[in-house]
């Protein structure tokens, strides 16, 4: 079973930026993709961001390409978030999420149903 912990969330200004880690642990997590998901109040979560296994490969929502970089480290199991130019729409918690199955068999899946693992989300708030 793997553990998953979030941090950097917080208040920003619109324009501004933020940066989040997850830290896995108890998997080897370099064989799996991750992924940051978000959900806003009153809304579905959604998948934003995904990084391959090998951090080699990236795949965003239209909503956040561009303004948003994901990225790995293998060696310290963690993913980043890297979010600039924020916009009050971005307001939500962020969860990070590790594929259910290696490699990359479920690349470009949005579906929450193929990650097995999730943190317990940081907040991320954009004043206007």
């Known amino acids: 079973q793997v553990q998953l912990v979030e941090s950097g969330g917080g208040l920003v200004q619109a324009g501004g930026s933020l940066r989040l880690s997850c830290v896995a642990s108890?998997?080897?997590?370099?064989?799996?993709?991750m992924a940051w998901f978000r959900q806003a109040p009153g809304k579905e979560r959604d998948l934003i961001a995904a990084?391959?296994?090998?951090?080699?490969?990236?795949d965003y929502a239209d909503s956040v390409k561009g303004r948003f970089t994901i990225s790995r480290d293998n060696a310290k199991n963690t993913v980043y978030l890297q979010m600039n130019s924020l916009k009050a729409e971005d307001t939500a918690v962020y969860h990070c999420?590790?594929?259910?199955?290696?490699?990359?068999?479920?690349?470009?899946?949005?579906?929450?149903?193929?990650?097995?693992?999730w943190g317990q989300g940081t907040q991320v708030t954009v004043s206007s």
């Open positions: 108890g998997r080897a997590f370099s064989m799996y993709i």
């Open positions: 990084v391959s296994w090998s951090g080699g490969i990236t």
């Open positions: 999420a590790i594929a259910k199955s290696p490699w990359g068999s479920t690349w470009g899946s949005r579906n929450e149903a193929d990650f097995g693992s």
